[in-house]
Every structure is written in structure tokens, then in C-alpha cells.
């Protein structure tokens, strides 16, 4: 959400169309760029890429953390090619992020890490939200077992691996809801009717104008609605890995009296 977030505000600052083919921001790729041409960056964003999903966690974490790793794992991806058409198919794959968070980077002429953070973390007043926040301060649990502490490596920083507060969650509902372009650009469906879940730019897309999404690692789960029409936006967190149905009710059932709808298990069943 962050990654998406932050990537729309820049290309519109920029001047620069979601409707680009991604080569194009992305040249020093082009030697390698097996993906189809045509492909946007609204498609990636969009999880539509229809990107060969061969890319997974162990050989980005292989790469290292030097500042160069997140585009060799964007190279990884274009590498691999399309198994099907943009547009095609919604389908979760976090190598979309490696591409949009390389083209956040050059974009802004920096670091993934350093453009989030100088464009919308500090702007936004989070305070509380960032790579490096001490995993020692917040334990995790599955059931009665504590796990030990989780690393994160950088190259898949565009997809997860963010700490953030209840607080500053809340202001990047309020940000959004205060920037209404910015919102409706995210919250319009890029998926088709027969795709498994409607999707904007980040956000799973529900009845009432919903937007919603969960994050999960092993020992933590996060929750996040908004209700547009309403200006309402909810968060909740957990260090137990068991909590997402417990999140998805109490978050349904706040809802549910400006809304009408029962949203938990749509909530509780989005797996990014």
C-alpha cells in the first residue's frame, strides 16, 4: 500500500501516465526485458501483469543488501517473462513490487528506502513507521510459542517488511482521504468480473465503496479499511500469528453500522 502509494504520487508529479509501458522508465532493463513491452506500470501496480511468478523470497534474499539489489531482482522478473497477457488475470506476485519499487527509485534518483521515505513517510508526519524500527521491541507469536526474531532482506522491501503504529496507519487513511485524486486513481478496479477479488492500485476493492487489505508475516498480522464515502478509515494489529479472523471480525463489525455489510471473511480471505 505504502509502495503504491507513493509510486502514483511521483508519476503524477512527474507528469509521467500509470499507462507507460514499464521499459521505458526502466532502460537499463531493456537488454534483459523478456516481459512483454506493452506492459504498464497501472498493470503491475494493479497485480495484472500476468508476469511468470518464478521469482520467490530465497533467491532475492540470495542478492544481498547492497544498493544495487532491488533492481537485479527486478531484472530476475523481467528475465522470466509473461506466462500470460497484462490485464488478463489478477494474480498476487510480489515481483510486481520489485519493478515498482526500482521505478520509485529512479524516479526519484535514490533508494527505494530513501524516496518512501522523504516523499511520503516524513511529509506525512510517520513518525513511527520504517525499515529500521527495532524488531526487538515488538515480540511474535504463534499461539503460546515465541518466535524468534524476524529478518527482512532489502530487496523485498517494496513488498513488506515495513514497521509502522496503529497512529500513523491512520494518518495514511486520513492522507488519502484528503488527496481525492489521488484516492479515486487508487480505488479504481483494474481486475475483471470473473477475477478471484476486485483490485485497484494496492488495495482489494469491496461493496460500498470498500477499499480493504491484510499483511502477514509469521508472528504479526495487519488490517486496513477504508470507507471513502463515509471518511472512515480502521487498523488494527497483532504480534499473533493466529489473530487475522479475530482483526477481520472486529474491523467488520465496526463498519458494519455505516455500511450495512459483513466484510470479514472477504477481509480475513485476501492473501497478498
Known amino acids: 500500500m505504502f509502495t503504491s502509494t507513493e509510486l502514483v504520487r511521483a508519476l503524477r508529479d512527474e507528469g509521467v501516465s500509470l499507462g507507460t509501458p514499464a521499459v521505458e522508465l526502466l532502460p537499463v ?8 513491452e506493452s506492459l504498464t506500470i497501472e498493470q503491475i501496480l494493479g497485480q495484472v501483469s500476468g508476469l511468470r ?53 529512479t524516479l526519484s534518483g535514490t533508494t527505494f528506502e530513501s524516496a518512501l521515505k522523504g516523499n511520503l513517510l516524513n511529509p506525512w508526519g510517520l513518525a ?61 478496479p483494474r481486475t475483471r468480473s470473473d477475477d478471484d477479488v476486485a483490485y485497484g492500485l494496492g488495495w482489494a476493492l469491496g461493496p460500498s465503496g470498500r ?33 487475522l479472523p479475530a482483526l477481520t471480525r472486529l474491523l467488520s463489525d465496526m463498519q458494519q453500522p455505516l455500511t450495512g455489510d459483513d466484510i470479514a471473511k472477504a477481509v480475513d480471505d485476501f492473501a497478498a
Not at 477499499?211 to 504480534?239: F, H, I, K, Q, T
Open 53 to 105: 511468478e518464478s521469482v520467490d523470497s530465497a533467491t532475492v534474499r540470495a542478492l544481498g543488501d547492497g544498493a544495487g539489489a532491488l533492481l537485479e531482482a527486478a531484472r530476475l522478473v523481467v528475465r522470466a517473462g509473461n506466462e500470460r497477457e497484462p490485464g488478463e488475470r489478477w494474480s498476487y506476485y510480489n515481483g510486481n513490487y520489485f519493478l515498482a519499487g526500482s521505478i520509485l527509485a
Open 211 to 243: 477499499m480493504y487489505l491484510n499483511g502477514r508475516l509469521p508472528g504479526y498480522r495487519a488490517v486496513m479499511l477504508l470507507v471513502p464515502e463515509r471518511g472512515y478509515v480502521s487498523v488494527a494489529l497483532a504480534n499473533q500469528e493466529t489473530a
Open 29 to 36: 532493463l531493456a537488454p534483459d526485458w523478456q516481459a512483454d
Open 128 to 188: 513511527r513507521t520504517g525499515f529500521e524500527t527495532s524488531a526487538a521491541s515488538v515480540t511474535r507469536w504463534n499461539g503460546t510459542t515465541e518466535l524468534p526474531l524476524l529478518g527482512y532482506p532489502r530487496t523485498r522491501r517494496p513488498s513488506g517488511g515495513l514497521w509502522s503504529s496503529v497512529p500513523d496507519l491512520l494518518s495514511v487513511g486520513e492522507g488519502l482521504l484528503a488527496d481525492r485524486a489521488l484516492l479515486e486513481e487508487i480505488r479504481r
